[in-house]
């Protein structure tokens, strides 16, 4: 079966920090990925309502460029993902210390209130008590600069949290291991139908490009390939795509606890190890660079 691939994440993946990228680029890229024009349409306009990305142009003679938002919103998901890969490594231990986030937003700005709130759990921070959020990681960086107006913060080595001090217990309390740990068959899913598509192709992309040589719609629909299909080998750049779409689902939902609130051996951190193995891999091939530019760099 070949994975699915949000029409973000093909937005996402071409879009560099400066400049704009072609809309007939995402499109081709997309098509070749198996997705019709008409969702990439819908998340283009979604994401210019969400105020991350502005639109040049119409149809495929446009172009889409990130905001000053959207590059802060990729910006938070790049820490995210440094730091997962530097906790895989053994690079970012705990330093057994709690870090706190009281919300002092008044009840007449609720909408304020509301959107810290999701930003929080979206951090990975966990409710403790009304208003009051805990993390082992300190959410400086990943929360808007005007939070500071809103919150108040505190630093703490010891937590009880409804009578529960032991900061395993604690950690499976508030942030519980299954889910986290089911949402990574996504990408051992991914992993292994990778193998699959790349098998015999040498890992090079049709057509002599890093998409297949989209350079139009025929071209985009001609190169569109799937494990075991006669008609060759699934571009680099698509098979990038489907590795990260996998990548972003199984760490929408993580919290990335540091090793040391979580059992050994971690299976999400075995799994994103054979990820970034897979990733480097075809980076290291022709047309390899063609997406998330400077991402892992």
């Known amino acids: 079966m070949t994975p699915a691939v949000a029409p973000r994440t093909a937005l996402e993946a071409l879009l560099p920090p400066d400049g704009a990228v072609p809309l007939a680029l995402v499109y081709d890229t997309a098509n070749l990925a ?3 024009d008409q969702p990439v349409r819908l998340a283009i306009r979604r994401a210019v309502a969400a105020g991350d990305v502005v639109q040049a142009g119409r ?3 446009g172009t889409v460029a990130l905001t000053d938002a959207g590059r802060r919103r990729l910006a938070r998901d790049r820490i995210a993902l440094s730091l997962a890969f530097a906790q895989d490594a053994g690079d970012a231990p705990w330093d057994g210390r709690w870090h706190l986030v009281a919300l002092t937003v008044p009840e007449r700005e609720r909408a304020v209130r509301d ?9 990975g921070a966990a409710a403790v008590a009304t208003s009051l959020y805990v993390s082992p990681h300190d959410l400086t960086d990943v929360l808007p600069a005007q939070a500071r ?16 001090d032991d900061p395993l217990v604690l950690a499976e309390t508030l942030w519980p291991a299954g889910p986290v740990v089911a949402a990574y068959d996504a990408v051992t899913s991914a992993l292994a139908a990778d193998g699959a598509a790349g098998d015999g192709a040498g890992g090079g992309a049709a057509g002599g490009g890093p998409c297949g040589g989209a350079g139009g719609r025929g071209a985009a629909r001609t190169g569109t390939t799937t494990e075991g ?6 571009p680099v750049a698509i098979r990038q795509l489907r590795l990260a779409d996998a990548l972003e689902r199984a760490m929408r939902d993580d919290p990335l606890l540091p090793p040391g609130l979580r059992p050994e051996p971690w299976p999400p951190a075995a799994a994103r190890r054979a990820w970034r193995a897979r990733w480097d891999a075809l980076r290291a091939l022709p047309g390899g660079d063609a997406v998330y530019r400077g991402w892992l760099d």
């Open 34 to 36: 198996g997705l019709d």
């Open 59 to 61: 149809g495929r003679a």
């Open 115 to 123: 959107a810290l709130r999701r930003e929080l759990l979206a951090s």
């Open 149 to 164: 107006s809103t919150t108040a913060t505190a630093v703490a080595t010891t937590l009880d949290v409804r009578g529960v």
């Open 229 to 234: 299909d006669a008609a060759g080998p699934v």
